[in-house]
Nanobody, 127 residues
Framework: QGQLVESGGGLVQAGGSLRLSCAASGRTFSNFAVGWFRQAPGKEREFVAGISWRVGSTKYYADSVKGRFTISRDNAKNMVYLQMNSLQPEDTAVYYC???????????????????WGQGTPVTVSP
């Protein structure tokens, strides 16, 4: 079994930045595809960004974060990151890291695709 633990969330003013981290433990996730999702109060959990298992391979972003967020991974450390810049109040949500066995350069983008989930880290962006 494996576990994912997110960190790095917090309160930030609009226009600010945060870097979320996702630490994997219990198994090697180097051949796993990883995604970041978020869930705002009263809303469905939505895809934010994903990265294929191959380091430096495919990345995919939701339109709402494209150009502002960057996903990256360090397989040697079993870590995945989400750098979030130019944050806006509408980015306020709980952010979740998710993982699943990867398939080449494919990026998975829906919640049912993922089999491992973290507990989430809250991000609040004030106006």
């Amino acid at each position: 079994q494996g576990q994912l633990v997110e960190s790095g969330g917090g309160l930030v003013q609009a226009g600010g930045s945060l870097r979320l981290s996702c630490a994997a433990s219990g198994r090697t996730f180097s051949n796993f595809a990883v995604g970041w999702f978020r869930q705002a109060p009263g809303k469905e959990r939505e895809f934010v960004a994903g990265i294929s298992w191959r380091v430096g391979s495919t990345k995919y972003y939701a339109d709402s974060v494209k150009g502002r967020f960057t996903i990256s991974r360090d397989n040697a450390k079993n870590m995945v990151y989400l750098q979030m810049n130019s944050l806006q109040p509408e980015d306020t949500a709980v952010y979740y890291c998710a993982a699943r066995p990867g398939s080449g350069s494919y990026v998975y983008r829906t919640r049912p695709d993922y089999s491992y989930w973290g507990q989430g880290t809250p991000v609040t962006v004030s106006p």
